[in-house]
């Protein structure tokens, strides 16, 4: 019950996996960018009230945020 490919086929398939590769990234792409501004919003809000939990919070979130996009470069 082997159903043979045909390269049209093939081709369709491929298509359709860099379609959804690239709507993965766009999305994770939009994700990391408004985490970032979110990020830095609320460390400027620490920053302000002078709360330093909440600094350490999200610098660290941010310090992980940035070294995955570095990781990603390498």
Known sequence: MNKQVYPVNQLRV???TINDL???????EAMDEY???SYNDRIEEALLE????????Y?????????EDTEDDE
């Open 14 to 16: 491929f298509i359709n």
């Open 22 to 28: 690239s709507a993965e990234l766009l999305l994770q």
């Open 35 to 37: 985490n970032r501004k």
């Open 50 to 57: 002078k709360d330093e939990e909440k600094f350490i919070k």
């Open 59 to 67: 610098t660290t979130l941010l310090k992980e945020l940035t070294d």
